[in-house]
């Protein structure tokens, strides 16, 4: 029997539109890792501050008794405002889960694509670099907004829940479009950061732990050098150093950092931008596949 | 008929290594055999095609159209089957052709339906649900194959789909290449397996060092060479080979000693046999001489170089 015993058939049925071919791609970057036991765990862990810091407090608030949390102590837990928001972005720990999903997540982006040779695959067929290139970003943006945007909305929908009062949204209305902003600003930049520097080898591991010396140790070359110079250039080593200060703007709260406004737009502005050229030079006349 | 793809003097630089120099030709039968020893430009020349190296001056024309002006709609009319690795380790044989299907314009219901169809198609029914690194070589290949018709191309580009197969698997393999050609498909088959393009293809495309040597039909190429003949005379051979060459015969001494007779348009075996027996002797044997592909190949080469 001739093993196309089946019969070859032709496909006459409908085609998706040529816009949407970068949602498959996308959609394929992000169920593996919602298999994996471990990395939902790591989420879970993520969203441990806006628990705790977010909800726990409206939580004694409101729903204990008197017998077991007097109004009187009520003082002393932090209000629901764009500060508490900003510590909870900026909290050491949020920061350690988003350089771990970040690397995890983006180090291979593009990287895996290259050492599996998929990425001519994709390419040849119906798929344009441009839309390549966003499907992978908004793979690892679906994850850092997983762990800013929808929490916080979570959290804002449990303190109005909670409290009853919804007016409390309008007047505080910047923590939605400060975090939202700090999200597109500092995560877009730095999502193209990670793709850019996905995009220069083949090997997911090497780009991993180049982003973990540069997220990590980032911090820590630029604490050395400010304590010796005291120039505020020197925060251009720390991307995460950055990001909290950018947080901290877009929320109108201070920052522990001497980081200006115009200082932080100018690192993300001049960090999209590089990475934006590097890709464009990866991708230009295809460089990428050779 | 209508050329389904030409080149026109399509050139290809890596750096300042030019990989394929003014390349030209039209394609117009629907097995096509790309054939080259290594390093020639075949692959360049197919990710040229699909614009994965853009070329560096010239064009593709795919049914009249250039495909610049194509871009990604080119690409939906194309299959394209790599050589080397090309699928994702951790998916399954359906779901790796489903997601292909996906991306080359199928909505996810119909593309998972003709996942099943291609894979059933090309001998894969059984292992569709394993994963793709748990499959052999040819399993590899031929889920390839499925991947690049799934979103049914008109024109399908395979870039040595046979390499690392047993012969078994080869000859399925070719057997499918021919059963797509007879369902309308155009096929480019690129390989250095002579054999391979002598099986399946009516049109071959010798390339060397980045240039089009050759361009042969099968048909055309065999048809002038079934005129040959090697034939053993039993009696002096130097009448025969005067009397044939009186008569405008093409004749030359060969080794053993036969005589190479090329029998002239109009004429046939009958005119031999009728023209021998008017001589003292007889043909003892007749042999009906063939050139191989390969020679043709070897022969293209010498001049080439």
New interface residues.
């Given amino acids: 029997m001739p093993i196309y015993d089946q019969g070859y058939e032709s496909y006459t049925g409908a085609r998706t539109s040529r816009r949407r071919r970068w949602i498959p791609l996308m959609r394929e970057e992000i169920l593996p890792y919602t298999k994996k036991r471990i990395f939902i765990l790591l989420i879970a862990l993520t969203l441990l501050p806006w628990v705790i810091m977010g909800i726990g407090p409206t939580f004694l608030r409101t729903q204990m008794g008197n017998e077991y949390w007097p109004s009187s102590m009520n003082s002393q837990l932090p209000p629901m405002d764009e500060k508490l928001i900003a510590r909870i972005l900026t909290n050491p720990w949020t920061i350690l889960m988003l350089v771990i999903i970040s690397v995890w997540v983006g180090s291979g982006l593009i990287a895996r694509d290259r050492k599996e040779r998929t990425m001519e695959v994709f390419l040849g067929r119906a798929l344009g670099p441009a839309q390549y290139i966003w499907s992978k970003g908004a793979a690892l943006g679906v994850f850092l907004l997983g762990i800013t945007l929808i929490p916080l909305i979570i959290v804002l929908i449990f303190q109005v829940g909670l409290t009853g009062n919804v007016s409390f949204l309008w007047h505080h209305i910047r923590i939605l479009w400060g975090t939202l902003l700090y999200s597109i600003g500092g995560f877009g930049a730095l999502i193209l950061f990670i793709l850019a520097l996905s995009a220069l080898g083949e090997n997911p591991r090497v780009a991993g732990l180049i982003l973990v010396l540069i997220l990590f140790f980032g911090l820590s070359v630029s604490k050395i050098l400010w304590f010796n110079t005291h120039k505020p250039i020197v925060w251009i080593f720390s991307p995460i150093g950055e990001l909290q200060a950018l947080a901290c703007h877009c929320l109108g709260v201070s920052t522990e950092y001497p980081i200006s406004i115009l200082h932080s737009v100018t690192f993300f502005g001049v960090m999209a931008l590089l990475s934006l050229t590097i890709l464009s030079l990866r991708f230009y006349r295809r460089e990428i596949l050779r | 008929m209508q050329n389904v793809l030409s080149a026109q003097d399509v050139s290809v630089y ?1 750096g300042k290594t030019k990989a394929l120099k003014e390349v030209t030709f039209d394609i117009s039968d629907n097995t096509v055999g790309l054939l080259g020893p290594n390093g020639a430009g075949k692959t360049t020349l197919i ?1 040229a095609l ?5 070329p560096s001056s010239g064009h593709f024309l795919f049914k009249g159209e250039n495909t610049s002006n194509l ?3 080119l ?2 009319k ?1 299959g ?1 089957v ?1 050589e ?8 399954t044989g359906v779901g790796w052709v489903a ?2 299907g ?7 219901r ?1 593309a998972i339906e ?1 996942a099943h ?1 291609v894979l ?4 894969l ?1 059984e292992s569709r649900y394993r994963e793709v690194q748990t499959y052999s070589t040819g399993m590899q290949q031929r889920l390839k194959l499925a ?1 690049a ?1 799934v ?2 191309p008109e024109l399908v580009l395979l870039d040595e789909p046979t390499a690392g197969m047993d012969p078994g698997g080869r000859q ?1 393999m070719l ?2 290449c021919q ?2 050609a007879k ?1 309308g498909k155009t096929i480019l088959l690129s390989t250095h397996i002579l054999k391979d393009v002598e099986a399946i293809c009516t049109q071959v495309i010798i390339l060397h060092q980045g240039e089009v040597l050759s361009h042969l039909g099968i048909e055309d190429w065999s048809r002038s060479e079934s005129r040959h003949y090697l034939v053993q005379w039993h009696g002096e051979r130097e009448l025969l080979f005067h009397a044939l060459e009186d008569h405008g015969w093409g004749v030359n001494p060969s080794e053993n000693g036969l005589l190479r007779v090329v029998i002239p348009p109009g004429k046939g075996l009958k005119d031999l046999f009728s023209l021998a027996g008017g001589l003292d002797g007889t043909i003892h044997r007749l042999v009906h001489e063939r050139t191989t592909l390969e020679e043709v190949f070897l022969q293209a080469l010498r001049k080439g170089t």
Avoid at chain 2, 50 to 54: A, R
């Fill in positions: 890596y990710k699909l614009n994965l190296v853009p871009g990604a709609a690409r939906e194309i394209y790599p080397k690795e090309g699928l994702r380790s951790g998916m997601f292909l996906e991306i080359s314009g199928l909505p996810r119909p003709r169809d059933q198609y090309v001998g029914g991947a018709l979103h049914d399925e057997d499918l059963d797509l369902q």
